[in-house]
């Protein structure tokens, strides 16, 4: 009776997951609305008012069950240890990004995502910088660390960090091995930071960091002469 008990449980989570990632997506969803607005509508402001609240209502709504159903203490301040980790996690970050970014350049990546992000950027570039930037950490680390390893792996947290991992790379990817690999090594980074940090403001930055670091570090690189 236990034994069914817990996979009934067990069974319930993964299904409210699935529900709470089709809710994640909503913001860029509301993404291609726009640039499908854009084009009708000539690209006015009214038509970032959809992108806007939908990406506040998600956030708000996520945040809330987070720290409703939590099994992870989370902790309130983020100590000198807590940043240490995270100094080291954006040092890894930076090593990932300039990594993908070689192997892009070189052609032995040519991933199809990136081409497609920058399309979406041409399009609605303050919208898009908005969500990569602000919404996308935010919301995917809360369902990915917050939810995926507090609610499925508590108790094994350590096996939560890898499963999160793998799930996360491969959500991200389309057919590239080379970019699933990258976001499944930052997720095992963001993982750790998680049981490490024991604090989503912590991940949440981490996770900004390495966003900046793939929209600007090109430049950067262009700037240097690389």
């Known amino acids: 009776m236990n034994k069914k008990y817990h996979l009934i449980n067990?069974?319930?989570k993964i299904l409210l997951l699935l529900m709470f990632y089709i809710v994640q997506q909503f913001p860029a969803v509301m993404i291609e609305i726009?640039?499908?607005l854009g084009?009708?509508?000539n690209r006015t402001w009214p038509i970032y008012i959809p992108f806007i609240l939908t990406a506040i209502i998600v956030l708000g709504f996520m945040i809330t069950i987070y720290y409703k159903t939590q099994r992870i203490t989370e902790k309130k301040i983020i100590n000198l240890k807590s940043i240490s980790y995270i100094t080291v996690a954006c040092i890894f970050c930076i090593a990932l990004n300039l990594i993908l970014l070689i192997l892009i350049k070189n052609d032995l990546c040519p991933n199809h995502n990136v081409q497609i992000q920058q399309n979406i950027l041409?399009?609605?570039?303050?919208?898009y910088l908005i969500y990569s930037l602000l919404i996308a950490p935010a919301?995917?680390?809360i369902f990915f660390r917050?939810?995926?390893i507090n609610w499925l792996f508590s108790k094994n947290q350590k096996l939560g960090v890898v499963m999160s991992s793998l799930v996360f790379g491969l959500l991200h990817v389309s057919?590239?091995?080379i970019y699933f690999l990258s976001k499944f090594l930052l997720g095992l980074i963001l993982g750790i930071i998680y049981i490490r940090c024991q604090n989503i403001k912590a991940n949440v930055f981490v996770h900004f960091f390495n966003n900046i670091?793939?929209?600007f570090l090109p430049l950067v690189l262009v700037y240097l002469g690389e």
């Open 175 to 177: 057919q590239d091995f």
């Open 10 to 12: 067990y069974t319930g």
């Open 139 to 141: 919301t995917e680390e």
């Open 146 to 148: 917050g939810y995926f």
């Open 122 to 127: 041409k399009n609605v570039p303050v919208i």
């Open 39 to 41: 084009h009708i509508y």
């Open 34 to 36: 726009t640039v499908l």
């Open 213 to 215: 670091l793939a929209f």
